[in-house]
Nanobody
Framework: VQLVESGGGMVQPGGSLRLSCVVS????????MAWYRQAPGKQRELVAT???????NYLESVKGRFTISRDNAKNTVFLQMSNLKPEDTATYYC????????WGQGTQVTVSS
């Protein structure tokens, strides 16, 4: 399985971004997917999980601001991020639940005025 993330960028506080992750080399619809992030000097953390059952979990600090979704026809998982805060600055990665696949390159999100 290969993961390719995109959609990051630099935004001002309060702004929005939509991240995408294309998954290739496997049967996407069978995978529960997640978004992770890693800020400089910090450990990677789990941001959002979308289970194949449709159940969703979010990191407490992003609840109400981030939305995870998927398009099985396009083998893609999304992370819609709104009302971004400087503390959301990080490199964002997608992966299977439990980080079951090789990591992609990630996409950088910078929130700064």
């Amino acid at each position: 399985v290969q993961l390719v993330e995109s959609g990051g960028g630099m935004v001002q506080p309060g702004g929005s971004l939509r991240l995408s992750c294309v998954v290739s080399g496997g049967i996407f619809r069978y995978y529960s997917m997640a978004w992770y992030r890693q800020a400089p000097g910090k450990q990677r953390e789990l941001v959002a999980t979308l289970w194949t059952t449709g159940s969703i979990n979010y990191l407490e600090s992003v609840k109400g601001r981030f939305t995870i979704s998927r398009d099985n026809a396009k083998n893609t998982v999304f992370l819609q991020m709104s009302n971004l805060k400087p503390e959301d600055t990080a490199t964002y990665y997608c992966n299977g639940v439990g980080a079951s696949f090789p990591w992609g390159q990630g996409t950088q999100v910078t929130v700064s005025s």
